[in-house]
């Protein structure tokens, strides 16, 4: 078994900045592709962003330029930077993995973990 674990929300004003950490724990697994998802009050959970495991990384359009997501794979970690943080970035902010475990393909989500922009 996979878990994914994450960590780092709270309360910010905007322009602020806050980092998101997520890790992955368990044995003799491998982890693909990581993301960040959102979930907004009322609004359907939406992709933040992405990476592979080599590092390619892709931003929905809405945080390009505001947030950097970087992964560990030694560590098995993903985190997301987040600057300028606008109240309309306040959400649940929930990990996801692509995970391979004893021969087969997994769909690993965190928690979530809340994050609020406000003054």
């Known amino acids: 078994q996979v878990q994914l674990v994450e960590s780092g929300g709270g309360l910010v004003q905007p322009g602020g900045s806050l980092r998101l950490s997520c890790v992955a724990s368990?044995?003799?697994?491998?982890?693909?592709?990581m993301e960040w998802y959102r979930q907004a009050p009322g609004k359907e959970r939406e992709l933040v962003a992405g990476i592979t495991r080599g590092g390619s990384a892709n931003y929905a359009d809405s945080v390009k330029g505001r947030f950097t997501i970087s992964r560990d794979n030694a560590k098995n970690t993903v985190d997301l930077q987040m600057n300028s943080l606008k109240p309309e970035d306040t959400a649940v902010y929930y990990c996801y993995g692509n995970i391979f475990l004893s021969g087969r393909y997994l769909e690993v989500w965190g928690q979530g973990t809340l994050v609020t922009v406000s003054s």
């Open positions: 368990g044995s003799s697994f491998s982890i693909n592709a």
